[in-house]
């Protein structure tokens, strides 16, 4: 392989890493105000504000979104 060919292969992966980088600190950033909007998702799906005529899918998500709020804040689920 030539040194030329080398030097653009590792500009290529410096770029994804940089691009990779970026979108992680992106994520980062908001996960705060992500984790808030789907804990008042819930409260509203605990309460009974928000409901669902689709009640296997809506359980389902709904049970996905408390697995998320446990992982983020480190708390299990209700049940555990």
Not at 44 to 66: C, L, M, P, Q, Y
């Amino acid at each position: 392989m030539s040194e030329k060919s080398c030097k653009v292969r590792k500009k290529r992966a410096s770029k994804e890493f940089k691009d990779e980088d970026e979108a992680n600190a992106r994520l980062i950033a908001s996960a705060p105000d992500m984790l808030e909007a789907l804990q008042n998702i819930l409260n509203g799906i605990e309460t009974g504000v928000i409901t669902s005529d689709h009640d296997e899918t809506f359980d389902n998500a709904a049970d996905k979104a408390r697995a998320a709020v446990a992982k983020a804040t480190l708390r299990p689920k209700k049940g555990e």
